[in-house]
């Protein structure tokens, strides 16, 4: 696991609980809001019991970073509280492996998305800091083919495509900068760009399975683990 990643995503998660504890309760404003985000990133996912059953077949072990690429929005449902969605595409390294005569590749993609709920710590005219906790579920593919063509020609055989599936608990913490655009009646919009960060934590794994077909002895695995990511977006602020 990158040691950055995981730090910074850590540290985020530890400031997202501090700031609960903190939290005041407030009247509720005369606002409405609508925000969209296009967000991308970092993830880590603990995969080593997996990359363990790699590495004694002779496959080239994953890398637990995964790029993550997505979107989602979110709307004030009353005072300060937030009421959203989002959705992420999670993509993996691409390997190549020699075993014998014969060379391999491998791949591994996945995706989860959330239902969330949110509370506006802080809202003025310039930022926006909001924990984030949702639930979702998400999974992973790994596939594993023949890379050569002489050698598919010669011995023609399927991939293998591994998957798992995960119930997730979503814990983050948001921060979002606004830049106010010019006004529209009585309406406000702004141009937001922001940083979000947390955990994504499994509940309940599903096991490995090859199409319909669960697999017995299978490794230990699901797709915990923490992210960082980038988010701009925007959208209008209505006053009642």
């Known amino acids: 696991m990158s040691n950055r990643l995981k730090s910074i995503a850590t540290l985020i998660v530890l400031v997202f609980f501090i700031s609960?504890?903190?939290?005041?309760?407030?009247?509720?404003?005369?606002?409405?809001?609508?925000?969209?985000?296009?967000?991308?990133?970092?993830?880590?996912?603990?995969?080593?019991?997996?990359?363990?059953?790699?590495?004694?077949?002779?496959?080239?072990?994953?890398?637990?970073?995964?790029?993550?690429?997505?979107?989602?929005?979110?709307?004030?449902?009353?005072?300060?509280?937030?009421?959203?969605?989002?959705?992420?595409?999670?993509?993996?390294?691409?390997?190549?492996?020699?075993?014998?005569?014969?060379?391999?590749?491998?791949?591994?993609?996945?995706?989860?998305?959330?239902?969330?709920?949110?509370?506006?710590?802080?809202?003025?005219?310039?930022?926006?800091?909001?924990?984030?906790?949702?639930?979702?579920?998400?999974?992973?593919?790994?596939?594993?083919?023949?890379?050569?063509?002489?050698?598919?020609?010669?011995?023609?055989?399927?991939?293998a495509n591994l998957n798992t599936f995960s119930f997730l608990l979503n814990l983050a913490l948001g921060a979002d900068y606004k830049i106010k655009l010019p006004e529209d009646g009585t309406n406000e919009s702004f141009l937001v760009i922001g940083l979000r960060g947390g955990y994504a934590l499994s509940l309940f794994d599903s096991g490995w399975f090859m199409d319909e077909f669960s697999l017995s002895d299978d490794p230990e695995g699901g797709i915990s683990g923490p992210y960082v990511r980038i988010t701009i977006g925007g959208g209008p602020i209505a006053k009642k």
């Open 20 to 159: 609960i504890g903190d939290v005041v309760s407030e009247e509720a404003d005369s606002t409405k809001v609508f925000r969209g985000y296009f967000m991308i990133g970092g993830t880590a996912f603990d995969i080593e019991p997996l990359n363990s059953r790699l590495k004694t077949k002779g496959y080239t072990e994953f890398s637990d970073d995964f790029f993550s690429i997505g979107g989602g929005f979110f709307s004030k449902a009353s005072g300060r509280v937030l009421v959203g969605v989002e959705g992420h595409l999670l993509v993996g390294e691409e390997k190549s492996s020699v075993i014998g005569s014969k060379s391999y590749s491998s791949s591994a993609i996945g995706g989860y998305g959330f239902l969330n709920t949110g509370y506006l710590m802080v809202e003025n005219d310039f930022l926006d800091l909001y924990p984030v906790l949702g639930i979702g579920i998400g999974g992973i593919g790994f596939k594993i083919g023949q890379s050569s063509f002489d050698d598919i020609l010669d011995d023609p055989q399927g991939a």
